[in-house]
T-cell receptor, first 109, second 117 residues
Framework: AQRVTQPEKLLSVFKGAPVELKCNYSYSGSPELFWYVQYSRQRLQLLLRHISRESIKGFTADLNKGETSFHLKKPFAQEEDSAMYYCALLSGGYQKVTFGTGTKLQVIP | DTAVSQTPKYLVTQMGNDKSIKCEQNLGHDTMYWYKQDSKKFLKIMFSYNNKELIINETVPNRFSPKSPDKAHLNLHINSLELGDSAVYFC????????????????FGEGSRLTVL
């Protein structure tokens, strides 16, 4: 069975500081991983997916199969980055998307 | 032109009542989901439908009954509501095939906050 772990419930950083939101997964197949973000009073939306290897709003995430991790990073945090971040894993032919428990990022001005 | 819409946004009801939440998507996606977000913000999959067919049922109590009249709609009916059912329920959809978009990328509704008193 697949599992996604986000060890930090809350991460507080100062504006301009680097950010790293941790995500580890367990899955026997070939994983496809995503980061979703939920800003205050907005719906959940996709931030980025590992297949695209893109940088969105300055965030990047690299899939490390050896460490089974997909950490989300940004070199300089902005106040508007404050939100709830979820790591997610897509598994199987049934399109099951399993979410981690989420990390609340708080950027202190 | 909202992509995934849910109604109602807020629902306050008494224990023991029966209630429904409706979801509609106009993205032409084949696959739709219900997720439950509890007070700790954990997001847990409940059901998934692919073109009106139930494909994922995550050991949800059978008081919860999803219904998909067509591939654009997925409704959730809850019988005999309990205090523990209080949560935000999210509907989501995703394309199944590459020709429709990026499979696995979920598009969420705004959520329906259910409060059981």
């Amino acid at each position: 069975a697949q599992r996604v772990t986000q060890p930090e419930k809350l991460l507080s950083v100062f504006k301009g500081a680097p950010v790293e939101l941790k995500c580890n997964y367990s899955y026997s197949g070939s994983p496809e991983l995503f980061w979703y973000v939920q800003y205050s009073r907005q719906r959940l939306q996709l931030l980025l997916r590992h297949i695209s290897r893109e940088s969105i709003k300055g965030f990047t995430a690299d899939l490390n199969k050896g460490e089974t991790s997909f950490h989300l990073k940004k070199p300089f945090a902005q106040e508007e980055d404050s939100a709830m971040y979820y790591c997610a894993l897509l598994s199987g032919g049934y399109q099951k998307v399993t979410f981690g428990t989420g990390t609340k990022l708080q950027v202190i001005p | 032109d909202t992509a995934v819409s849910q109604t109602p946004k807020y629902l306050v009801t008494q224990m023991g009542n029966d209630k429904s939440i409706k979801c509609e998507q106009n993205l032409g996606h084949d696959t739709m989901y219900w997720y439950k977000q509890d007070s700790k913000k954990f997001l847990k999959i409940m059901f998934s439908y692919n073109n009106k067919e139930l494909i994922i049922n995550e050991t949800v109590p059978n008081r919860f009954s999803p219904k998909s009249p067509d591939k654009a709609h997925l409704n959730l009916h809850i019988n005999s509501l309990e205090l523990g059912d209080s949560a935000v329920y999210f509907c989501a959809s995703t394309p199944r095939f590459l020709r429709e978009g990026r499979p696995g990328e979920l598009f969420f509704g705004e959520g329906s906050r259910l409060t059981v008193l």
